[in-house]
């Protein structure tokens, strides 16, 4: 199957830092990829989508300018979480739909965990 | 109300049982739907996707009713290695999925 790789597996920063996960398809193009966030024992709530070479869509009550998408290609996506503070501390998962294909799968990547002291 | 609710369990059963989780929908609208797996601090991965004629793929049998909105998966001959979270998964067109919280199972000696 597809796969797709996340970087870095785990990060522990200082608050007020900034940190960017990175997303990548490895075998094949994504023309569009998702950012989920999942706190413990919660489901996977879906933050923005992130298309290729456009602005990404931003689900409701998630800060646009606080979680920065970019979608340079159409195997990366990188999530940068700014001034990171304790309450962002999460699991942050990507998925990627191929290109090609007409059903609705997504590949998801290990997932980022994030601890902000 | 969530969107997609489930039980959260656990549900703890002997290996070799049969085990059911189920799963309701509220928006009628939702178009189509799945079960994934999720390991303990992993990501999620599908398992099946669920058809209103039902499906099966082994010991794992899917089954949809959209009159009640209500989705289920059965597990035969349970292993150790079917602990996990089930999360069921639906989509209303387009891309977008909404994950419920998870039922998680755990098989025992």
């Known amino acids: 199957g597809a796969v797709v790789s996340q970087h870095p597996s785990w990060v522990i920063c200082k608050s007020g830092t900034s940190v960017k996960i990175e997303c990548r398809s490895l075998?094949?193009?994504?023309?569009?990829m998702f950012w989920y966030r999942q706190f413990p024992k919660q489901s996977l709530m879906l933050m923005a989508t992130?298309?290729?070479?456009?602005?990404?869509?931003?689900e409701q009550g998630v800060e646009k300018d606080k979680f920065l998408i970019n979608h340079a290609s159409l195997t990366l996506s990188t999530l940068t979480v700014t001034s990171a503070h304790p309450e962002d501390s999460s699991f942050y998962i990507c998925s990627a739909r191929a290109r090609d294909v007409s059903y609705n799968e997504q590949f998801f990547g290990p997932g980022t965990r994030l601890t902000v002291l | 109300r969530k969107e997609v609710e489930q039980d959260p369990g656990p549900f703890n059963v002997p290996e070799g049982a049969t085990v059911a989780f189920n799963c309701t929908y509220s928006?009628?609208?939702?178009?189509?739907f799945f079960w994934y797996r999720q390991d303990c601090r992993k990501e999620p991965k599908l398992l099946m996707s669920?058809?209103?004629s039902g499906n099966e793929d082994g010991r794992f049998t899917a089954q949809l009713n959209r009159a009640s909105q209500y989705i289920s998966l059965l597990i035969r001959d349970s292993k150790l290695s079917d602990s996990a979270t089930y999360l069921c998964?639906?989509?209303?067109?387009?891309?977008?999925?909404?994950f419920g919280t998870g039922t998680q199972l755990k098989v025992e000696l």
């Open positions: 992130s298309n290729e070479g456009s602005k990404a869509t931003y």
């Open positions: 075998d094949f193009q994504a023309t569009t």
């Open positions: 669920v058809y209103s």
């Open positions: 928006n009628s609208a939702s178009q189509s």
């Open positions: 998964v639906v989509t209303r067109g387009g891309n977008k999925l909404t």
